[in-house]
Nanobody
Framework: QVSLMESGGGSVTAGRSLTLSCAATNFSVRTGLMAWFRQPPGKEREGVAS???????IYADSVKGRAVISRDSTKNILYLEMHSLKPEDAAMYYCAAGSISGFPILSPLRYKYWGQGTQVTVSS
């Protein structure tokens, strides 16, 4: 059974950085498309960044230049570095895996497996 477990969230002031981690079990971060999503309170889940098997990345416009998605294949962990955090970055952050073809890469419909999320709070 695939398991994804996020960690690294917290409460920070605007302008600071955070690195989120997603530890995968029974799924290789090296061989599958994975992504980070976020869901602010009362809003829909939105794609933040994706990382393909070949290393190609896609970033949402809202985080371009401030986010870096990466993986450590030896530890089987997916990361999301967020820099220059803004109050609008506050959300529950989720990692996702298990690509389903036919949907855009940063659409929640693209992924079968989800973690429980890690909360990021940004104060101004």
């Amino acid at each position: 059974q695939v398991s994804l477990m996020e960690s690294g969230g917290g409460s920070v002031t605007a302008g600071r950085s955070l690195t989120l981690s997603c530890a995968a079990t029974n799924f290789s971060v090296r061989t599958g498309l994975m992504a980070w999503f976020r869901q602010p309170p009362g809003k829909e889940r939105e794609g933040v960044a994706s990382l393909a098997e070949i290393g190609a990345t896609i970033y949402a416009d809202s985080v371009k230049g401030r986010a870096v998605i990466s993986r450590d294949s030896t530890k089987n962990i997916l990361y999301l570095e967020m820099h220059s955090l803004k109050p609008e970055d506050a959300a529950m952050y989720y990692c996702a895996a298990g690509s389903i073809s036919g949907f855009p890469i940063l659409s929640p419909l693209r992924y079968k497996y989800w973690g429980q999320g890690t909360q990021v709070t940004v104060s101004s």
